[in-house]
């Protein structure tokens, strides 16, 4: 899959918007209970962690679904659950280790992300960065450099010549 | 659909619950929030009352467009009968119970009666239970929902709670969601915990309907990136209000020690910047994307490891210049205590600094405060009557009574150095060298306060071009308008534009900070016009939507001289004329307010109202607003 959805945990504010502005798209009606991803908090500790679908390489969804109703879908490399074939058993739904397919009862069916075509609501309303669209690939390459940076100031200043000329 | 959302009428001596339609034409002519709150108040609480009485009456609210793609759509609203001034109670509070309330199927609560032992309600689904609350009772803010989460199961429930301060009826108790959401002012955690509603939890899953989801979403994005674009929104995400205090106190336009002086002098230590040695990251509220309130963690010292979220500009004065205090820990300690125990920070500043500035000059005497050495400076001294006052002990059960309480119980001469208006206390800004800003808290509808009708952006010396944009819309305006926050002229259309202003984002359930209030580059009437549009579905000129805000506050009006406020309440207290400003920059130095000027100011405030000169509502302009009729008991 080409892009994918990467959390910043200690970017979020826990405002729900993307919740919101999730099933504002989907529904046509705002209700965190109808959108596909969800800010799950510890108020007491202010600590706040935006689930959603992970898009597994392996997913478990799939693998339990007795009416091959998860599919990838080519260009996004999102799963995405064919509503004709599905038969609401809700077996994905247990399956899911991140708890994020869940089971919209408006539309009464199964819901989880599917990366809106490609153009993600909630990243694109997410002032405060913490969710962001990124290159799979290289997703991991940003946390990389600021872990590195860490050890490298502290590197700079003990080891000044690092070309280990001596 | 927004607009199908119920009120709920909870009688709590007889358990007796009424789930009602609101009738679209209340919807119409007071949109919803705070405009249909005092509609509500004003037609079920008969005058006179006691406030901590059963017979009080508490409206709860959520905005008409709380929980919908407007910006920052986060607001509840509380009115009774206040405690503290026996007048309007009226108080707001972000977080996330308005959106709950919504998404559960209610958008007003009507409580009545009160009583007999501690209950809660729990309003799921458009279902009300009265429960049991006596395993709350006695627990704090934070605890209390974490114990109602727990006992109804499910983590994902919002609630609203009073804390101890609340149950012990201190008389500016306030009502916490969350951490440290407020409905701050004016009282309202104490009259619910007169009636013994120790919280309310809610829950719903129920949509509301975007009349037209995709250009609802379309333009949200463009409003939220507009605002963050703007200087004021950036210092707001990475400060908070806190970044308020820097400005004003090196001008010169903040209290310290009490009203005694204009500035706190050498104060670093507790500026902004602070923060960040504590600061864990920062927290918004629903749909919100200025995420204006710091989480942290006290780094060291004696409060070492407390979390906390805010704090708030009022508290820097609160624990700072008030009682002339340079300890930041302090700020955020005292900050805590007051979310913990569900008490106004405000309120109790003032009161805190009055009572140092009465201890000062010997008026109190050790004697008097049962040992506690309430000197300014002393931030022992601050923590301690924090927590008296909370727990009604010691000098504290005396401030616990909020100022006229505690005025009744102090020597006369303690009288003139107390700064309220109408018995509430105010923030801690000196408003001596700006007019506007005195205006509006002398004729603000709840008593001195800074949030009904502060004109804030007039300390910004606009240029007049740009004041007349801001001030000619959506009602013409031709009057003098000044860049200079020392005039008195132009400045009662200035405060009276602002109340219409503020009026209409309480009745929306939006946040003031995404509004004309610290930013002339906020929403303002067009922008909550094209809203109505797009997400109710309902069609507001700008001007209609002025006329509901105006309706609005005319019955606030019209409750206050019906509880017994006359044109003697609209105004302030002798030390604002007599004693003149002595710190600060040279534009703010040396001023009072001139009494003559003041009185001429009130007397045009009157005129645009459409009052006349003793401050009541003229029958035409009570007719042109459709309110000669009230209390019409339609809800």
């Avoid at chain 2, 467009?65 to 405690?83: D, W």
């Avoid at chain 2, 700072?320 to 920070?345: Q, S, V, W």
Wanted: hydrophobic residues 35%.
């Amino acid at each position: 899959m080409p892009k994918m959805i990467t959390i910043t945990q200690k970017a979020c504010t826990g405002c729900r918007q993307c919740e919101m502005v999730c099933s504002v798209k989907h529904t046509g009606t705002s209700n965190p209970a109808r959108a596909r991803i969800h800010v799950v908090k510890w108020e007491a500790e202010g600590f706040y962690l935006p689930m959603l679908c992970q898009q597994c390489l392996e997913p478990a969804c799939a693998a339990v679904c007795p009416k091959d109703a998860i599919s990838r879908d080519r260009e996004l490399g999102s799963m995405v659950v064919d509503y004709d074939r599905c038969i609401g058993c809700k077996m994905c739904v247990m399956a899911c280790p991140f708890g994020s397919m869940g089971v919209d009862m408006g539309e009464e069916h199964v819901i989880k992300c599917d990366l809106c075509d490609g153009d993600p609501t909630c990243v694109n309303f997410c002032e405060a960065a913490a969710l962001k669209y990124e290159d799979t690939e290289t997703a991991n390459l940003s946390m990389q450099r600021a872990s590195a940076k860490r050890f490298s100031e502290l590197m700079r200043t003990s080891t000044p010549d690092l070309t280990g000329v001596e | 659909m927004a607009l199908n959302r119920k009120c709920a009428i909870v009688d709590l001596s007889t358990g007796e619950i009424q789930i009602k339609e609101i009738p679209r034409e209340l919807r119409e002519k007071y949109l919803g929030g705070r405009g249909l709150d005092i509609y509500l108040l004003f037609n079920h609480l008969q005058p006179g009352v006691d406030p901590l009485g059963p017979d009080n009456v508490c409206c709860i609210s959520a905005g008409l467009l709380s929980g919908t793609p407007a910006s920052a759509s986060a607001r509840t609203h509380i009115m009774a009968k206040s405690p503290l001034t026996g007048l309007l109670g009226s108080s707001n509070m972000g977080g996330f119970f308005a959106p709950e309330l919504r998404f559960a199927g209610f958008d007003h609560l009507v409580i009545k009666g009160a009583a007999e032992k501690p209950v809660y309600l729990w309003i799921h689904n458009e279902k009300i239970e009265i429960r049991d609350a006596s395993k709350l009772w006695g627990s704090d803010t934070f605890k209390t929902q974490e114990l109602v989460r727990e006992e109804l199961g499910d983590e994902e429930i919002k609630a609203l709670t009073i804390g101890t301060a609340g149950e012990n009826l201190v008389r500016f108790a306030n009502v916490i969601t969350g951490h440290k959401n407020a409905a701050g002012r004016t009282g309202m955690g104490a009259v619910l915990g007169s009636k013994k509603l120790k919280a309310i939890a809610v829950r719903g899953t129920g949509g509301i309907d975007i009349a037209d989801p995709e250009e609802a979403l379309k333009y949200d994005q463009k409003v939220c990136k507009d605002i963050v674009s703007t200087k004021f929104g950036q210092i707001m995400q990475r400060w908070g209000t806190m970044f308020i205090y820097g400005v004003t106190n090196s001008t010169g336009l903040v209290r310290s020690r009490n009203f005694m002086d204009n500035q706190l002098p050498e104060s670093e230590a507790i500026e902004c910047e602070n923060i960040d040695d504590h600061s864990v990251g920062t927290a918004g509220c629903f749909g919100c994307q200025l995420h204006c309130r710091h989480r942290y963690i006290i780094k060291e010292g004696p409060y070492a490891g407390t979390y906390g979220e805010g704090p708030e500009y009022s508290t820097q004065g609160v624990y700072g210049a008030e009682p002339d205090c340079r300890d930041f820990p302090t700020i955020l300690y005292g900050n805590h205590l007051c979310n913990k125990y569900g008490m106004d920070t405000l309120e109790l500043g003032s009161l805190v600094a009055w009572a140092m500035e009465l201890y000062e000059k010997g008026i109190i005497t050790k004697e008097d405060t049962g040992g506690l050495e309430l000197e300014f400076g002393s931030t022992e001294a601050l923590i301690e009557v924090t927590h008296q006052i909370a727990n009604r002990e010691g000098f504290g059960d005396v401030l616990a009574d909020g100022v006229k309480g505690a005025m009744a119980r102090l020597p006369d001469e303690a009288a003139r150095y107390c700064v309220h208006v109408k018995g509430l206390s105010n923030l801690h800004s000196d408003e001596r060298p700006t007019p506007s800003l005195a205006l509006g808290i002398a004729t603000s509808t709840r008593g001195s306060d800074h949030l009904r009708s502060r004109p804030a952006i007039d300390i910004y010396h606009l240029p007049e071009k740009v004041l007349r944009k801001i001030y000619g819309f959506p009602v013409p305006y031709d009057g003098p308008l000044t860049s200079e926050f020392s005039d008195y002229e132009g400045k009662p259309w200035q405060v009276f534009w602002h109340e219409m202003c503020y009026m209409a984002v309480d009745c929306l359930g939006v946040c003031k900070f995404h509004t004309v209030f610290l930013s002339p580059n906020m929403p303002a009437f067009r922008e909550f016009s094209r809203w109505l549009k797009l997400i109710v579905g309902i069609d507001k000129t700008p001007a209609e939507i002025w006329e509901s805000a105006e309706r609005a506050y005319n019955l606030e009006r019209l409750f206050n001289i019906r509880e017994g406020a006359t044109r003697e309440d609209d105004w302030l207290v002798d030390r604002y004329f007599d004693e003149k400003t002595t710190l600060g920059l040279k534009m703010v130095r040396d001023k009072s307010i001139d009494r003559e000027k003041f009185r001429g100011m009130i007397d045009e405030y009157y005129h645009h109202h459409g009052w006349d000169l003793n401050g009541n509502p003229k029958a035409e302009t009570m007719k042109r607003l459709g309110i000669e009729h009230e209390p019409s008991r339609v809800l």
